[in-house]
């Protein structure tokens, strides 16, 4: 990525979840994505619109989880976003059906201007004589709470010398001021033209922290933006706020949003510091900077004020939470201040946001606001998965391998479960059926089943592996599996594996057998370092497990992201751990991922751990590592499996061999049904589920 691009997302962008909106030319609308290295991957299969993803429970964490399709190089949509061109791709705000609200003199240090604006009734020519009197006035500054006694004497000090202002009353008061920026849809993203009406002389831009919350209340993530302030407008009359602050493109938003996470949270922002430079064609130069740090009212008192049982945002809201900024500096003639000019570069950064760029442009020069709301519609409208549109308001059949899984899908509303053999001739009604609920147990010609299904649109899967499925499915026919059904057994057995293998359960149960008092210390799982790889369900709940046993963790996933590192950081992982457990989906990329190097890595007396699939190892490379003591195991899966009489591995020291129960536990298939349940409620309501395999994961 070059530093033109590197620049427009956080310091630490490799360790951030961000999320946005790129206009997409080829489908007429926007698409929502997320940025790994220099791709934008395109999320909107899964979620149609941000407002959608944020009302995930745990937004950062799916989207780091995504296997979506790249669909761009970030550097080519960001080169292209300086324009308004329908043609080409390019950034748009990341915000898309939040209503768009914003908190007024929120520092108090701020506010000052906003009692000058209003002294000089929006002439701008006697901003510098006003400012001297209302200093006087206060005694060259306010350092008080809102809300307080002392903020409250401080109003009395002013109203008692004639300079009573509605904005004390907000400023310094018990409430907030928070008002509505701008309608659904209308913000503008980077290196849009941002607009200044040609009716305002006297302007600035307004660098601004936002949050953006969602339907609850809860914030889930921050971005910057940009409200332009038109002062004279403003000060005239409070009644003018609308006339001040709802323009066509008087709101940019981005670059994009940064999903919170464990690392980044809302008391990261709260010392954030926001800078913003402006350079005029004129040559003028003017730097400015949001302080966090000085914030008058908290967070989660803007929230607050905003969201509660008095109004509620059923798609949420983005909320811009005010600025310290208020520039003084003469443009032009001394004490006639600043204001904006056209072709003025407005550039708003911060540390862990990114940069926001913007140029000034006259409002009535703009391409008019033409992609609403009733736009949008039509486009998600016609852009919807077809396979998974209820075609009819008849219940959708679906084929079930068990009685006791038809009885939990009958309670789903608009499924018709009908029961089927796997090892006899489909019923009559899987000419019609439209899901095919998979055996749990695969035999070979198994995906044969889809063949007398003509009007198949998904099969559901009963496991979290898919391997046998993928790539062999009919055109069309999507394929979900059972994540979250089987992560817990999973888990359990893999810490099982780990106390059996160090305390020595297997030659303890030897000697029980041979009637043999084998006394000898063991060792402890406690202080041993646990390299997880795979970052996925079964990996998070190994993790909550083995929590108590005073281990320390490292996860490895697919990507690197908060938390978990890149598969490219395996080898220099591998010999700082006692135990490497594996735990990932069985791919083109995971297939033999455990061969000679990667076990020659391990330190000597180190654990392998599979409970993932056979193939992920190398079988000749592990037996060759076993047979000469270096290194111990504990395999749930085989590659062959089942394992046959006489193959090496019944016999190698040093390795715990089950065959292939993980997962096998009473109440194995009840949650497996549960998960089903959860993934054919989203098919009958038309959307797609959830645990749907794009690609090979």
């Known amino acids: ?32 994505v997320t940025v790994r290295e220099d791709q934008l991957l395109d999320l909107t299969d899964e979620f149609s619109t941000v407002a959608e993803l944020i009302e995930d429970a745990a937004p950062g964490r799916t989207v780091a989880r995504a296997a979506a399709p790249v669909r761009w190089s970030f550097r080519d949509v960001a080169a292209s976003s300086a324009g308004a061109d329908p043609n080409v791709p390019r950034l748009l705000a990341p915000i898309d059906l939040q209503v768009i609200k914003a908190c007024g003199i929120t520092f108090t240090e701020s506010l000052i201007e906003r009692v000058i604006e209003e002294r000089c009734r929006g002439d701008f020519t006697r901003a510098s004589a006003v400012r001297g009197l209302v200093m006087d006035a206060l005694g060259g500054s306010i350092a008080v709470a809102p809300g307080t006694p002392e903020a409250l004497r401080v109003i009395e000090v002013l109203t008692a010398q004639g300079m009573w202002s509605q904005y004390l009353e907000v400023g310094l008061g018990p409430y907030p001021e928070v008002f509505t920026k701008a309608p659904v849809l209308s913000a503008v993203g980077p290196g849009s033209g941002i607009g200044i009406p040609s009716f305002s002389a006297w302007n600035n831009p307004e660098p ?49 949003i940064r999903l919170l996470d464990g690392d980044f949270t809302l008391d990261v922002l709260r010392d954030e510091e926001i800078t913003l430079r402006i350079a005029g064609r004129d040559g003028f130069r003017l730097e400015g900077h949001n302080s966090l740090s000085r914030i008058s009212r908290t967070f989660e008192e803007l929230v607050g004020a905003t969201y509660g049982v008095h109004h509620q945002y059923p798609d949420g809201f983005a909320l811009f939470t005010g600025t310290l900024f208020a520039p003084t500096q003469d443009r032009g003639e001394a004490g006639m201040g600043f204001t904006h000019r056209p072709g003025d570069r407005v550039t708003i950064s911060s540390p862990h946001l990114g940069t926001l760029m913007n140029t000034t442009v ?58 089927y053999d796997p090892q006899s001739a489909l019923p009559a009604e899987a000419r019609t059926a439209r899901v095919l609920v998979a055996p749990f147990q695969m035999t070979p010609g198994m995906t044969a089943l889809t063949d007398g299904m003509p009007d198949l649109e998904l099969v559901q899967l009963l496991t979290a592996g898919a391997e046998a499925w993928i790539g062999r499915l009919p055109e069309g026919v999507a394929l979900s599996d059972c994540r979250g059904a089987h992560g817990g057994a999973t888990a359990e057995w893999v810490v099982s594996a780990l ?66 590192h890149g598969m490219a950081e395996l080898p220099a992982l591998l010999p700082e751990h006692d135990a ?35 193939p992920v190892c190398d079988t000749d490379a592990l037996v060759a590592e076993l047979d000469s003591e270096r290194l111990r195991a504990a395999l749930d ?52 589920p959830p645990n749907v395999v794009h690609g090979t994961y």
């Open 362 to 419: 006259p409002t009535e020069e703009l391409p008019p606001w033409d992609f609403g709301l009733r736009a949008m519609s039509t486009y998600l409208r016609d852009r919807s998965p077809s396979h998974m549109v209820p075609t009819s308001s008849d219940p959708a059949v679906v084929l079930v391998p068990h009685a006791d899984c038809a009885s939990v899908l009958a309670e789903v509303p608009g499924l018709r479960p009908v029961v």
């Open 637 to 688: 899966v085989t590659d062959p499996e089942p394992l046959p009489e006489g193959h090496p591995l019944w016999k190698v020291p040093g390795l715990l061999l089950t065959p292939h129960v993980a997962a096998s536990v009473p109440l194995t298939m009840p949650r497996a049904y549960d998960v089903v349940a959860e993934q054919l409620r989203y098919f009958v309501r038309g959307e797609e």
């Open 499 to 564: 106390l059996a293998v160090y305390r020595h359960l297997p030659r303890f149960a030897r000697a029980q057998d041979e009637g043999r008092w084998d006394y000898h210390r063991t060792e402890e799982l406690a202080g041993k370092k646990i390299l997880i790889v795979g970052a996925g369900d079964v990996a998070e709940n190994t993790v909550r497990r083995l929590a108590g046993f005073e281990v320390s963790t490292t996860l490895v996933g697919r990507h690197a992201r908060d938390g978990v």
């Open 580 to 614: 490497t457990v594996l735990v990932v989906p069985l791919t083109e990329e995971t297939r033999g991922l455990v061969d000679a190097e990667f076990l020659a890595a391990m330190p000597d007396g180190a654990v392998l751990v599979n409970a993932a699939r056979g």
């Open 208 to 256: 601004e922290l936002v949050l953006v919350v969602d339907s609850g209340g809860r914030v889930k993530g921050a971005t910057l933006g940009n409200d332009v302030n038109l002062r004279d407008i403003e000060g005239r009359s409070a009644l003018l706020l609308g006339m001040a602050k709802d323009n066509n493109a008087s709101c940019a938003v981005g670059p994009f």
């Open 1 to 32: 990525m070059d530093a033109a691009t590197a620049q427009l997302l956080p310091a630490d962008s490799a360790r951030s979840v961000l999320v946005g909106r790129v206009w997409d030319p080829e489908t007429g609308g926007p698409r929502v």
